[in-house]
Every structure is written in C-alpha cells, then in structure tokens.
C-alpha cells in the first residue's frame, strides 16, 4: 500500500448527532478507534459518516483528539424512490462522497441489524451492504448484535447480505455462533462492543452518601413503538422501575439520579428524560441527571456513581467500562449476548424471560453485593475487555493494509 495516499474510509450507520447518547457513543468510538489505527501506523485517511442526520463536513473532541469527517445521510439503495433521488439530484445526495469511499465499516447503530424495530428500518441495513460489498475495496462489519429475526425471509436476506461483506464481526458470542451457522468461519470475528474505547472525564459526587443510577426507558415505559409491550417481555416494566425506586428511595444514605441515555427533541415515546421528568414529581428527592449534548458526557456523569442500573444497553456499558457496578435490565438477547456470555458477568435481569420478583429479587441482591460486583467488573475490564481492544486493532488495522 501506498501510505502517502489518503484512505477514503466510510463508517456505515453512524451519526454522532444521535440523540440516542447510544447510537452517537458507536459512531465516537468507531470514529477514535479507527483515527486512533491509522495515527499509529502512520497512514493517512480522511473519515465520512454515512447515515448522520447533517450534512458538511464537521469536527468532534474524543479525548485529547480533534477529528474531522464528512457527513453524508443515510438512504435506502434499493428503494425505487431513493434511486430516483440519486439519478436527479447526485451531488445533493452526496452521491460523489459516498462513492469516493475505499474501505466501508459498518456499525448498523449497534443492534439495527435484525428486524425486532421493523422491516423499514432493516432493509436500509440490509440494503447498503449489498451496495457497499460490491463497489468498496474492503465491507468490514464492525463489532455489532447480529439478529434476532423474527421473519425467516428477512433472516435468509440478512445472510445474503452479509455474504458481500469480507469481515462480519460480532460484539458478543451468541452473534458470533449465529453467523458461524451459516458464514465461513474465515470471514467471522468476535470482539467488544466499540463503546468499551471511549474516553471519558471522570465524574466526583460529595461522599456522604451512596450514588445509585437508574436509568429508565422511556420506549420500554410505553411499551416500545407499537405501545403494547413490543419486545414480549414477561416483566411488567413500569412496575418494576416503580418497585426500583421505592426500594431506593427507602435506603439510608442512598441519592438516587435519574440517568437519561436517549433525549430526542421531538419523539416523546423514547424519550428517557420525559419519563425522568415524570418520575421526579412522584420521588422529589431524586435528581435528575442533564440532558447530556454528548455520550462521553454521560459516561462521565456515570462514572462517578457507586452502582447503576437500567434498560439502555449503552448506559450500562458507560457504567461497566468505568468500573461501576451494574445490574442490566435486559430487554433483548444483545444484552444476555455481551453481559453474561461475553464478559461473563451474571448480575443482569432478564426482563424478556423472568417475572417480575425474580428481575427484582436479583437487582436487590446486586445492590447488596456491589463491593464484590466491582471486583468483577475490574476483572473483566483488564482481562476480556483490554485484550479484545488491543485484537480489534490489530484486526481492524490488518483490514486497511492488507
């Protein structure tokens, strides 16, 4: 490879500006981890996001780091109407951009890559990675759930589409053994979840009292976009954070902060910090945590606790990766993927398959072992997750030389 040539490298369903601090933490660390490899080896790149909701090209401060990328927003390659688009109007959909793109890494938001959120949200993922397999040097799937389906079409279609792909890499085992059904295993990985990269600015609260997070849901809270209990959990939900909040509400020393993950401006049915908000009026002792403009903001805040708990998957892991001890209200299998098979950490609730006293009971006896919940987590952190990076890299770096 010629290393005074620019690398054009897209991140494939990444938006910084996701107000789901989630899916936007995905596209920083995507966006360091791979700045970070080319840093380190002396290459050159310049950075696009394919799916941001801007435009332009625009710069953001990971760590100590000030990096720039394009923005170029998401479509649908085979929808008629998306192709008509790009025939009349290429330059506004930025169509020169996206087919400037050497190597295509594609994240998927994360958990986007199965149909349990919709049809239309899954062929739009499907769908570029057909297109990008067949026009780009190099697809990798960057660490991401792969799965459920519910639908065997959309399944057989899935495994299609990431046949274009040269690297298909899972953030969790049970991902991984799926895709090793059907995919060679010459082609197939298993990592971490990128977010585990994301630097942060420790958060401090006063040490009089015990800092317990919870985060609340607002799309599980009303029952997911379909409203009527969307993800077939066996937990009622809402009884369960109520139950939560009774119980810390009760214990000495313990200050309760209501950690919003997902703020969007103007879609009330997921929106953690509506339901926060509601929740302040019935518990007033309760502070509720900001509107967080970035995920490593929120990381931060997380940081500083001494336990945590809730439902949005990547404020756990801001938790676990600070060394919080954490109890995962799961509401999907990416949970039961990453948390008790990957980092082998049994403290999670099950919300899909469990009642509620058994979710309950377990999240009690977390709060009551959280000394030795910490011990794991430290554990983890310096013996599955360090190692797994430091792989990915190496991986990943491969990828762009070879």
């Known amino acids: 490879m010629n290393h005074n040539k620019k690398i054009q490298i897209g991140i494939i369903w990444a938006n910084p500006y996701n107000k789901n601090l989630g899916v936007a933490a995905l596209a920083y660390s995507s966006l360091a981890l791979l700045h970070d490899i080319i840093e380190e080896h002396g290459l050159q790149a310049d950075f696009s996001f394919f799916g941001s909701e801007r435009m332009g090209v625009d710069e953001i401060a990971i760590g100590d780091r000030i990096i720039h990328f394009r923005n170029i927003p998401g479509l649908d390659f085979?929808?008629?109407?998306?192709?008509?688009?790009?025939?009349?109007?290429?330059?506004?959909?930025?169509?020169?951009?996206?087919?400037?793109?050497?190597?295509?890494?594609?994240?998927?938001?994360?958990?986007?890559?199965?149909?349990?959120?919709?049809?239309?949200?899954?062929?739009?993922?499907?769908?570029?990675?057909?297109?990008?397999?067949?026009?780009?040097?190099?697809?990798?799937?960057?660490?991401?759930?792969?799965?459920?389906?519910?639908?065997?079409?959309?399944?057989?279609?899935?495994?299609?589409?990431?046949?274009?792909?040269?690297?298909?890499?899972?953030?969790?085992?049970?991902?991984?053994?799926?895709?090793?059904?059907?995919?060679?295993?010459?082609?197939?990985?298993e990592s971490i979840d990128v977010a585990f990269y994301m630097p942060y600015v420790p958060g401090q609260f006063e040490p009089n009292n015990i800092h317990v997070g919870i985060n609340i849901s607002g799309l599980l809270w009303n029952g997911g976009y379909t409203g009527g209990n969307q993800f077939g959990m066996k937990t009622d939900y809402k009884k369960l954070v109520l139950d939560t909040l009774h119980y810390f509400a009760q214990q000495q020393h313990v200050q309760i902060h209501l950690v919003s993950h997902v703020i969007p401006d103007h879609h009330p049915i997921e929106d953690d910090y509506k339901a926060a908000e509601a929740l302040k009026q019935e518990f007033p002792q309760a502070i509720v945590a900001p509107r967080f403009a970035t995920p490593i903001a929120a990381k931060g805040y997380i940081s500083g606790l001494d336990f945590f708990t809730g439902a949005r998957m990547h404020a756990c892991i801001a938790a676990f990766s600070t060394g919080v001890p954490v109890y995962p209200m799961a509401y999907s299998r990416k949970f039961n993927g990453l948390f008790a098979d990957t980092l082998q950490y049994p403290w999670l609730g099950d919300c899909v398959n469990d009642d509620n006293n058994t979710v309950f009971t377990g999240l009690k006896e977390a709060y009551g072992n959280r000394h030795e919940l910490k011990a794991k987590v430290d554990h983890s952190n310096s013996t599955i997750i360090a190692p797994r990076l430091v792989s990915l890299k190496e991986i990943l770096h491969k990828v762009l030389t070879d």
């Open 78 to 189: 085979h929808d008629w109407k998306w192709r008509i688009k790009l025939l009349l109007f290429p330059k506004k959909h930025r169509l020169p951009d996206i087919k400037a793109i050497d190597y295509a890494f594609d994240i998927a938001e994360g958990d986007s890559f199965t149909d349990i959120y919709g049809d239309v949200r899954f062929r739009k993922i499907r769908n570029s990675k057909i297109y990008f397999g067949k026009r780009v040097k190099k697809l990798v799937l960057l660490p991401q759930t792969i799965g459920p389906f519910k639908n065997p079409g959309n399944e057989k279609s899935a495994f299609h589409a990431m046949g274009y792909a040269d690297l298909v890499i899972s953030r969790d085992r049970r991902s991984y053994e799926y895709t090793a059904t059907q995919l060679s295993k010459e082609k197939l990985a």
